[in-house]
Every structure is written in structure tokens, then in C-alpha cells.
């Protein structure tokens, strides 16, 4: 046997080998799609003896009785999986958070692109019983964190799973700013911003300002400039591991941000230092055994079929 028939083999007994006892279930409140999910699923756990978490926000709109209500942490602290429904966008906030836990994450599709939500509402038992069975895979995707320095000391911090973007506080507006990987200056820019992207995200926002898809077994970052002004600048791919730093130029008058996957904003001042790097923290997301990232870029993006 080859090596890498031997790894192939010993990865396989892993994810047989995985037991889920407690299951955590986070969706969007009040939403009637993602409730009658939630209902279906209950139903379905508790009748199999799984002991199961509902996050609290969305509990609450819920008739079901004697349910176990937790906060996000705390689901991400006891269960063994958690089962996400919504679109992507909520799929992304609860990763943020379960990011920090050893915790395996699952997605059923109730939004519209779904690149991070593996499993349709309308046939969910039969792939959701093979997945609790042990007949999965998983993958782990790195995070980035992006830090904001004000005369040396950091001023604030929070993790992306997409995407951390500089630009300006109104639509259209051009800012100027340095770019450092790793120390050594790579170039000055004049655009409406910079977009920082994970595998994970180059199939978001990224993408839609004309970035690569970067496939998500890659540790790469790609660095795509919002409406340069410059004919010659290009989006460009660097390491996963390396440091980000954007200098803010002194001759900024508006006021920046920096965008965390859309949602979370951190303030930023003329003069200040971004830095953008991977977290320690990654997330671990669980497909079931015929998940194929390339069918799914087909399906969602309309790609052409097999000729033959």
C-alpha cells in the first residue's frame, strides 16, 4: 500500500470513527422556512436520542416544548456538531463565533447562492442520517483577523471567514494607503479600497470585483483592489501565512472602515495601520460523502455541463 493510499484510508476511519451525541441548532429568527426546519429537525433528533441545543434568538419563536435553549458559545462549548440553517450570510456569523470551539459545522441551504451550506430543506433526513451515521468528510477552512493600530496600540479586532475590506464611509469615494506583506512595501494605491480575501470567500465579494477563485484547500490570501486608479493594478494571490499591513495615508479625509464578511465594522483614521493575517482559529465544516467543491461551483455560478 502507498502512502497516500495509507492517509486515504486512515482520513476515511476518522470520519467513520466520529460519534455526534449532542447537536446544536442555529438558524435565522423568524423565519418561517428556517422554522419549519428547525421543527422537522427537533422532531427527527430527539426521536433518534440526540441530545439537542436550539440557540436561543430563535427559540423563541419556536412551539416546541422542553427544549434545551443556549447561547451560541454554549452550544459551541458542548456540542459535537452544530447545524446551521439559513443562507450564507448567517452561516458566516455563526462561524465566526463557532470558529473558536472544536466543533463541526453543518449548513441547510434557506438563503439564495448557498456555497456554504451544503444540505436542501426539501431532502434533508437521508443525507442528515448518513452524516450522524459517520459517513462524512470535513475540512478545515482558515479565518483571517484584521487589527487596527492608532499610534502603535490597537484600537480594535475581529475575525473574517470571507473577507476583511478597507474603504471609505461613503459609496465612490477614493482613498490612498500603502501595502506591506510581511514588512517589505509591495505598492501604494489610490482606489476605493482593498478587499483581503480567504479561499472561503473568493467566491464572494471577491469575486464580484473581479477576483480569483482560489479552491479551499489552498493557504493563499488574495488581494483585490476596489476601482483602482491605475490601468495596471491586478488582483494579486500571496501566502496564507503571510502579515497584511495597510498605511493609511495622512491625506485621507474621510472616514474608513474596515468590513468583516459585510457585518462587523471597525473604525479607521487617516494614519492609521491595518493588519490582516490568519487566525490561529479555523472553522471545521462537515459535507456529506459526495460533496464535490467543483460540482458546486457549477451549480451556483452556471457553469457549463460535460460536453461528453
Given at each position: 500500500m502507498?502512502?497516500?493510499?495509507?492517509?486515504?484510508?486512515?482520513?476515511?476511519?476518522?470520519?467513520?470513527?466520529?460519534?455526534?451525541?449532542?447537536?446544536?441548532?442555529?438558524?435565522?429568527?423568524n423565519?418561517?422556512g428556517?422554522?419549519?426546519?428547525?421543527?422537522?429537525?427537533?422532531?427527527?433528533?430527539?426521536?433518534?436520542?440526540?441530545?439537542v441545543?436550539?440557540?436561543?434568538?430563535?427559540?423563541?419563536?419556536?412551539?416546541?416544548?422542553?427544549?434545551?435553549?443556549?447561547?451560541?458559545?454554549?452550544?459551541?462549548?458542548?456540542?459535537?456538531?452544530?447545524?446551521v440553517?439559513?443562507g450564507?450570510?448567517?452561516?458566516?456569523?455563526?462561524?465566526?463565533?463557532l470558529s473558536?470551539?472544536?466543533?463541526?459545522?453543518?449548513?441547510v441551504?434557506?438563503?439564495?447562492?448557498?456555497?456554504l451550506?451544503?444540505?436542501?430543506?426539501?431532502?434533508?433526513i437521508?443525507?442528515?442520517?448518513?452524516?450522524?451515521?459517520?459517513?462524512?468528510?470535513?475540512?478545515?477552512?482558515?479565518?483571517?483577523?484584521a487589527?487596527?493600530?492608532?499610534?502603535?496600540?490597537?484600537?480594535?479586532?475581529?475575525?473574517?471567514v470571507?473577507?476583511?475590506?478597507?474603504?471609505a464611509g461613503?459609496?465612490?469615494?477614493?482613498?490612498?494607503f500603502?501595502?506591506?506583506?510581511?514588512?517589505?512595501?509591495?505598492f501604494?494605491?489610490?482606489?476605493?479600497g482593498?478587499?483581503?480575501?480567504?479561499?472561503?470567500?473568493?467566491?464572494?465579494?471577491s469575486?464580484?470585483?473581479?477576483g480569483?477563485?482560489?479552491t479551499?484547500?489552498?493557504?493563499?490570501?488574495?488581494l483585490?483592489?476596489?476601482?483602482?486608479?491605475?490601468l495596471t493594478?491586478?488582483?494579486i494571490?500571496v501566502?496564507g501565512?503571510?502579515?497584511i499591513?495597510?498605511?493609511?495615508?495622512?491625506?485621507?479625509?474621510?472616514?474608513?472602515?474596515?468590513?468583516?464578511?459585510?457585518?462587523?465594522?471597525?473604525?479607521?483614521?487617516?494614519g492609521?495601520?491595518?493588519?490582516?493575517?490568519?487566525?490561529?482559529?479555523?472553522?471545521?465544516l462537515?459535507?456529506?460523502?459526495?460533496?464535490?467543491?467543483?460540482?458546486?461551483l457549477r451549480?451556483?455560478?452556471?457553469w457549463?455541463?460535460?460536453?461528453?
Open positions: 502507498t502512502q497516500h493510499s495509507k492517509n486515504k484510508n486512515d482520513k476515511a476511519q476518522n470520519y467513520k470513527a466520529q460519534s455526534y451525541k449532542t447537536i446544536g441548532l442555529i438558524g435565522k429568527p423565519h418561517q428556517t422554522n419549519t426546519t428547525l421543527n422537522v429537525l427537533h422532531d427527527y433528533l430527539i426521536n433518534n436520542q440526540y441530545n441545543l436550539i440557540e436561543s434568538p430563535v427559540a423563541s419563536s419556536l412551539t416546541i416544548d422542553n427544549i434545551n435553549i443556549c447561547s451560541l458559545t454554549e452550544i459551541g462549548k458542548q456540542a459535537d456538531l452544530a447545524i440553517i439559513g450564507d450570510g448567517y452561516m458566516l456569523g455563526a462561524a465566526r463565533v473558536c470551539f472544536d466543533i463541526g459545522v453543518i449548513g441551504n434557506r438563503g439564495n447562492l448557498g456555497f451550506t451544503d444540505l436542501s430543506p426539501d431532502e434533508l437521508e443525507p442528515l442520517a448518513k452524516i450522524l451515521a459517520g459517513e462524512s468528510r470535513s475540512e478545515q477552512r482558515f479565518i483571517i483577523e487589527e487596527v493600530y492608532r499610534h502603535g496600540k490597537l484600537k480594535s479586532s475581529n475575525c473574517a470571507n473577507e476583511a475590506v478597507l474603504h461613503k459609496v465612490a469615494s477614493m482613498i490612498e500603502e501595502v506591506y506583506i510581511d514588512g517589505s512595501f509591495m501604494s494605491l489610490r482606489s476605493d482593498l478587499i483581503v480575501s480567504t479561499p472561503t470567500g473568493s467566491t464572494a465579494y469575486m464580484s470585483a473581479g480569483p477563485i482560489l479551499p484547500n489552498l493557504n493563499a490570501l488574495s483585490v483592489p476596489m476601482f483602482p486608479h491605475t493594478s491586478r488582483p494571490v501566502d501565512d503571510s502579515e499591513k495597510l498605511v493609511l495615508a495622512n491625506e485621507n479625509q474621510e472616514s474608513l472602515q474596515v468590513s468583516c464578511d459585510g457585518h462587523v465594522i471597525l473604525a479607521v483614521m487617516p492609521d495601520e491595518v493588519i490582516i493575517k490568519k487566525s490561529p482559529s479555523a472553522i471545521r462537515v459535507h456529506p460523502l459526495d460533496h464535490n467543491y467543483f460540482k458546486v451549480s451556483k455560478l452556471s457549463g455541463n460535460k460536453l461528453y
